[in-house]
T-cell receptor, first 112, second 113 residues
């Protein structure tokens, strides 16, 4: 069975600092996709960043970047220059077939 | 930019009543999905739908649930006889034929009393 594990239920970071959220997954598939979603209090699911497993290069979107380690099945999210608006729940998600499998989330609080 | 829409944003219903949650996927998308998120928990897959058929469903998606694409634009989730434990946020998503990325709607918050 495919699983996604986020081992940090809660994290906090000072504004303008950098924080890394961890995610590991388990699969026997070779081709798959990984995502990080942000869920603010409105509970809307907002795509932060995506990574195709066949790409060795780590994805980057402005202040957000990932460290994708395929052999270790690890997919961490780094947020640089944290802003108050980054305060939210962050979910890691995996997709091989046509469904997403989500982790349990990390609640991130950015402190002023 | 095209987006997935869902109505209503919040629905309150009594236990045992039927509810229909509505979604309008992105117009040229062909794959449709429902997910559920109980408050404070992770988002869970319910069902995927393609070519007017269910492609895959989870254990949560029992006989009380059904999905339908009644016309060319809407995609609905029906819960026949709601239970207290059906209270959750329900997300609709859609994806294109050659795209792996799913686009999520804003969700419908269902409260069963």
């Amino acid at each position: 069975a495919q699983t996604v594990t986020q081992s940090q239920p809660e994290m906090s970071v000072q504004e303008a600092e950098t924080v890394t959220l961890s995610c590991t997954y388990d699969t026997s598939e070779n081709n798959y996709y990984l995502f990080w979603y942000k869920q603010p209090p409105s509970r809307q699911m907002i795509l932060v960043i995506r990574q195709e497993a066949y790409k060795q290069q780590n994805a980057t979107e402005n202040r957000f970047s990932v460290n994708f380690q395929k052999a270790a099945k690890s997919f961490s999210l780094k947020i640089s220059d944290s802003q108050l608006g980054d305060t939210a729940m962050y979910f890691c998600a995996f997709m091989a077939t046509y469904k997403y499998i989500f982790g349990t989330g990390t609640r991130l609080k950015v402190l002023a | 930019e095209p987006e997935v829409t869902q109505t209503p944003s919040h629905q309150v219903t009594q236990m045992g009543q039927e509810v229909i949650l509505r979604c309008v996927p992105i117009s040229n998308h062909l794959y449709f999905y429902w997910y559920r998120q109980i408050l404070g928990q992770k988002v869970e897959f319910l069902v995927s739908f393609y070519n007017n058929e269910i492609s895959e469903k989870s254990e949560i998606f029992d006989d009380q649930f059904s999905v339908e694409r009644p016309d060319g634009s809407n995609f609905t989730l029906k819960i026949r006889s709601t239970k207290l434990e059906d209270s959750a946020m329900y997300f609709c998503a859609s994806s294109g034929v050659f795209s792996y990325e799913q686009y999520f709607g804003p969700g419908t918050r269902l409260t069963v009393t």
